[in-house]
């Protein structure tokens, strides 16, 4: 990707005169490839520096559309997405192109699954945590481990952020830190609790160092442990020292429990405060203009290229090209799966 054409080396000028960095480290970020999975607050933040940052190739993975309730912490949007319903990916590749032409940026509309998060990780050097679950994220874990290629977790609600740096074979993972995932419903949320620009910001910028760390290759100076903090009291914890659990069922025995636990049918889940994804087993091809057609004779229906939405019985639902689907005005599964079964099909 990288050439060092007179133009470029202005572009970049300011970052490749960074000490750590150089002309040489700026040629790896020309060359480097980042997956960023999730593409809300901290995802579209991230990408924003990576894509500034001269980096070759982000491939950016999401299942969700643009609201305008987002618009508020998440940078790379603006309320025409929000008014179009743009996926996310969609709406973040067309920005990326606007601040920096020369990446290759390559998105994706789709659920990171058992199914496909191998593919997804094995192409990329780094990946950049941007998710907003225990779930994802124990199956981004499993296949970094399993491929040995370095992740970044961040995470932030309310004002507080945490991250942390996994490189298999060296640090702790995800799973030494967390086991289990918290009991379903004693989390608090970004729904529940709030979230704040600032904290996502925060946590972004320090996961971005660490990829940029990963890629330019200066281990020697990344991040060891888990580092918490807290934008509104000022609050910093640095946890260092023996994190990792030589018994860690992912780590330590190599047994990837969340890639193992293969989808094999319909699946649906909670999704924000009152809303429910369903996901076919398997991802579909959907004729969206024939739903668009069947959609039309139960409720109002608008769409654009890549998902269809309608009310129905109350409740606003939007399918994807890929099969699933987002049922708003419901925490109730079966509600949800019996909407599918009777709109979308089985
Ligand atoms: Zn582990």
Redesign the pocket.
């Given at each position: 990707m990288a050439t060092s054409g007179p133009a470029e080396h202005d572009r970049y000028a300011r970052q490749s005169r960074f000490w750590a960095i150089g002309r040489a480290g700026q040629e790896r970020l020309g060359a480097g490839r980042v997956l960023v999975v999730g593409c809300g607050g901290l995802g579209s933040a991230a990408v924003n520096l990576l894509a500034r940052a001269g980096v070759g190739q982000i491939a950016i993975v999401d299942r969700d559309f643009v609201e305008l309730s987002n618009l508020q912490r998440q940078l790379l949007f603006e309320e025409a997405d929000a008014a179009a319903g743009t996926p996310k990916a969609i709406a973040a590749a067309r920005a990326v192109a606007r601040i920096n032409s020369e990446v290759e940026v390559r998105p994706f509309v789709a659920d990171v699954t058992p199914t496909n998060v191998e593919h997804f990780v094995a192409q990329a050097d780094v990946v950049l945590d941007g998710t907003d679950n225990f779930e994802t994220r124990y199956l981004v874990?499993d296949a970094c481990?399993k491929l040995g290629i370095p992740w970044v977790h961040g995470g932030a609600i309310g004002s507080t952020g945490m991250s942390m740096t996994i490189v298999p074979g060296e640090t702790?993972?995800?799973?030494?830190?967390f086991p289990t995932p918290p009991p379903v419903g004693t989390m608090e949320t970004c729904d529940t609790a709030g979230v704040l620009g600032a904290s996502i910001v925060m946590v972004a910028a320090i996961e971005w160092a660490e990829v940029m760390k990963l890629l330019v290759g200066d281990r020697e100076n990344l991040s060891r442990g888990l580092t918490a903090l807290d934008v509104w009291t000022n609050d910093h914890l640095q946890a260092e020292g023996k994190l990792?659990?030589p018994d860690?069922?992912?780590?330590?025995r190599r047994h990837f429990e969340y890639l193992d636990a293969l989808v094999t049918s319909r699946t649906a889940s909670l999704c924000g405060r009152d809303a429910i994804q369903v996901s076919p087993g398997q991802p579909l091809k959907v004729d969206l203009d024939e739903l668009r057609r069947k959609l039309k004779a139960s409720g109002p229906v608008t769409s654009n290229d890549y998902l269809v939405r309608c009310v129905v019985d109350g409740h606003e639902m939007t399918i994807f090209a890929d099969g699933r689907a987002i049922i708003k005005g419901t925490t109730d599964l079966g509600v949800a799966r019996s909407l599918y079964a009777r709109y979308v099909g089985t």
């Open positions: 874990n481990v702790a993972c995800f799973r030494c830190l990792r659990d860690c069922p992912c780590c330590g």
